[in-house]
């Protein structure tokens, strides 16, 4: 079972930047797969995805500022670029393999001057 690992995350001046990685234990190039976040208090939410072909997906706030992408010749590992970040986009980040309960651990991003 391929088990996933988040890292990358930081605290963040507002307009920084980060990048989230998504490492797997196998190859994740063939699965659709979903960045999430949880603030605190709220529920988990699904900001992104990316499937098979590189087709992506990105919820309204967050569209034009986070990428989420994959690298050719790595099919370990997914990204989530976050740009001109802001104090409301603090959470602990996740990705999933849509469609299953494979999650990794969470990675905090804090947004704060």
Same mark, same amino acid.
């Given at each position: 079972?391929?088990?996933?690992?988040?890292?990358? $995350?930081?605290?963040? !001046?507002?307009?920084?930047?980060? *990048?989230?990685?998504? @490492?797997?234990?196998? +190859?994740i190039s063939n699965?659709?797969? $979903?960045?999430?976040? !949880?603030?605190?208090?709220?529920? *988990?939410?699904?900001? @992104?995805?990316?499937? +098979?072909?590189?087709?992506?997906?990105?919820?309204?706030?967050?569209?034009?500022?986070?990428?989420?992408s994959r690298e050719?010749?790595?099919?370990?590992?997914?990204?989530?670029?976050?740009?001109?970040?802001?104090?409301?986009d603090t959470a602990?980040?996740?990705?999933?393999?849509?469609?299953?309960?494979?999650?990794?651990?969470?990675?905090?991003?804090?947004?704060?001057?």
């Open positions: 079972q391929v088990q996933l690992a988040e890292s990358g $995350g930081a605290r963040v !001046q507002p307009g920084g930047s980060l *990048r989230l990685s998504c @490492g797997a234990s196998g +190859s699965y659709y797969m $979903g960045w999430y976040r !949880q603030a605190p208090e709220k529920q *988990r939410e699904l900001i @992104g995805t990316i499937n +098979s072909r590189d087709e992506t997906w990105h919820e309204d706030s967050v569209k034009g500022r986070f990428t989420i050719i010749n790595n099919e370990n590992t997914v990204y989530l670029q976050m740009n001109s970040l802001k104090p409301e602990v980040y996740y990705c999933r393999i849509l469609g299953t309960n494979l999650w990794g651990q969470g990675t905090q991003v804090t947004v704060s001057s």
